[in-house]
């Protein structure tokens, strides 16, 4: 271990930390927004739209986020359809995202208590109002640890961005490794900015946890 | 219509060297699996005990593998221990022992979450009609929590199905491998193979596993605990 050779890579490890975390963050925040949708199409059961996201869901649950930006990457270009490795990252997480977020969400959503819509009807609030106030919240703060679980595995999944050369954490230290072959340096710097992106995540999950777990609701 | 490059795949011996290379990830993954199945069952039993020093070690490696990635897993085994140990290690080898690594400790916490899910009642209601402990283990408390490891058990392979489509970062030839070589070979005859063959290989992964996913939820839904 040499710590001057630390030294000197940190801001090229800083540098790919950026990447990943904007990539990560842009296509989690996507991922939030369609597992939204479709879980709530699902819910709803609304016609054509949900068997729509019904396939979307196994499609994407059941093939590695690395063959989906492959295919994105690789594959979509010969349609005429060309996307440019960053977009394609943040694609490829967001699709694969949005279908572990729906299944998490939907099952959320499936423990709000009959009781509960109930009485929300019978003191007149409309069907909106009911979904806004009643249903969403509640389902949310059940699916917290499930969404927590979801950032932090989809974090992780950033690892194969480098596949479709995005200069990630990952690609980083592959491309110093093979340059200057320090091994074990390059793999204690990766391990340690993987801590630095995800521990505060897992700190936040459990905050939130504690903050919006109630009881029970209904019980 | 643009040509799409799906031929490529009835050219030759392609489309067989493709089910090859989904093998090659399919029997890693399969081994892995059946380590971590028997491993981490154990490890999860010893889990539940209330020993110090045993629950700070596997609180320790649960929290390792749910922290780091498991590309960086496999790079730390493939590059960095043969270069601190100076041993030489086969690519799918240190591809089972990371995914290895890794799956036993899901097993393992699958396996916790089962057995603490059994309510106190249970152990009471069976020592109150008289049973043994060792009664009371088989009878009661491994039926039940089959029930509910077996379906939560089955999705994991999937899992470790689609994560060993990483081997290829460490230069096993599985099935993504194999497609950009049949890329490389067809480029000037099809330059379109890329789209037929990645598609195809995101097809294979999917029947790969999603009969496995439509078992474990089918288990899961008849097997649900009121």
Known sequence: ?219 | MQDLGIDVLFKGTNGQRLLEGLWVSLRISLIAVAISLVLGTLVGILMTKKQPVIRILTRGYLEIVRFMPQMVLLFIVFFGSTRVFGWDLDAELAAVIVFSFWGVAEMADLTRGALISIPKHQYESAAALGLTGRQTYFLIVIPQTLRRLIPLSINLITRMIKTTSLVMMIGVVEVLKVGQQIIEANRTSSPNAAFGVYAAVFLLYFLACWPISLIAKHLEKRWAVA
């Open chain 1, 1 to 219: 271990m040499n710590l001057e050779v630390v030294q000197s890579y940190l801001p090229l490890f800083g540098k790919a930390l950026w990447l990943t975390f904007r990539i990560g963050w842009l296509g989690i925040l996507l991922s939030f927004g369609i597992g939204f949708v479709t879980a709530i199409v699902r819910h709803y059961k609304v016609p054509v739209l949900r068997q729509l996201a019904g396939i979307y869901i196994e499609l994407f649950r059941n093939t590695p986020l690395l063959v989906q930006l492959f295919f994105l990457y690789f594959g979509l270009p010969k349609l005429g359809l060309k996307l440019n490795a960053e977009l394609c990252g943040i694609l490829g997480l967001a699709l694969l995202g949005g279908a572990y977020m729906a299944e998490t969400f939907r099952s959320g959503l499936t423990t709000v208590e009959k009781t509960q819509i109930e009485s929300a009807y019978s003191l007149g609030m409309s069907r909106w109002q009911v979904l806004r106030l009643v249903v969403l919240p509640e389902a949310v703060s059940v699916s917290i640890p499930g969404f927590t679980a979801n950032v932090i595995f989809l974090l992780k999944e950033t690892s194969v961005f480098s596949a479709i050369s995005l200069m990630d954490l990952m690609f980083t230290a592959k491309d110093l490794i093979g340059l200057y072959y320090k091994t074990t340096e390059c793999l204690t710097l990766l391990v340690i900015f993987y801590l630095i992106m995800l521990l505060p995540v897992s700190f936040l999950g459990s905050y939130l946890e504690r903050r919006v777990r109630h009881a029970g609701f209904g019980d």
